[in-house]
């Protein structure tokens, strides 16, 4: 059973305003990765962390940052929101060296720029 | 190229009937492992069940099964007794060992509908 936390659950912001997603899990996973997903669409990669200290970009460009300061916290920043960024952002951990690493998600941000 | 490829529309099922969503993907490596994913309207991504690519026997989780057709690079999910609260979007993926960052490709996903 998967413990991993994010907040805000849903978001309408307007546009120029900085953000910051949090994320959260208590199961001492080493791996994290934030995923962007548009509304019925596929889940697409922007951040991933093998742990404190590492973070890297993902297949997806995106003008959002990440920080990796302790093992459980994953947070995910927008300088300056904008309308494209409307999507849904879903956090998720792993644990390294297990033999399937299956990622274990958040329930998701909902995001909305006006 | 897309790595995984779900194609069918939307799909209704009958309350207590089986669902098979198709699920077919494209690599070259020889370690690789499959992933299904369940996404209820909430929008959290719930894991069902994994199958490894040098696994011998199709994968079993309760009511969710995975027909692992290695040679024709298909991953059928197959849900049995189906219920109501199996309505939901579900998702493919594949992890590629030569990725070596554990990414995930997902699938565009099936959408399931149970009806009662």
């Known amino acids: 059973e998967a413990d991993i936390y994010q907040t805000p659950r849903y978001l309408v912001i307007g546009t120029g305003k900085k953000i910051t997603l949090e994320c959260s899990q208590t199961?001492?996973?080493?791996?994290m990765y934030w995923y962007q997903q548009d509304p019925g669409m596929e889940l697409h990669l922007i951040h991933y962390?093998?742990?404190?200290?590492?973070?890297e970009k993902g297949d997806l460009s995106s003008e959002s940052t990440v920080s990796r300061i302790r093992t459980e916290h994953f947070p995910l920043t927008l300088e300056s929101a904008r309308p494209s960024h409307t999507s849904q952002y879903l956090c998720?951990?792993?644990?390294?060296?297990?033999?399937?690493?299956?990622?274990?998600f958040g329930p998701g941000t909902r995001l909305l720029v006006l | 190229a897309q790595k995984i490829t779900q194609t069918q529309p939307g799909m209704f099922v009958q309350e207590k009937e089986a669902v098979t969503l198709d699920c077919t993907y494209d690599?070259?490596?020889?370690?690789?492992?499959l992933f299904w994913y369940k996404q209820p309207s909430s929008g959290e991504m719930i894991f069902l069940i994994y199958?490894?690519?040098?696994?011998?026997q199709n994968a079993t989780e309760g009511r969710y099964s995975l027909n692992f057709q290695k040679a024709r690079k298909s991953a059928n999910l197959v849900i049995s007794a189906s219920q109501l609260g199996d309505s939901a979007m579900y998702f493919c993926?594949?992890?590629?060992?030569?990725?070596?960052?554990?990414?995930?490709?997902f699938g565009k996903g099936n959408q399931v509908v149970v009806i009662p």
């Open positions: 690599t070259s490596d020889p370690s690789y492992g």
């Open positions: 993926a594949m992890r590629e060992s030569s990725w070596g960052n554990n990414r995930l490709a």
């Open positions: 199958q490894g690519s040098y696994d011998q």
């Open positions: 998720a951990s792993s644990e390294l060296g297990s033999q399937q690493e299956t990622q274990y």
């Open positions: 199961m001492g996973h080493d791996k």
């Open positions: 962390s093998y742990g404190v200290n590492s973070t």
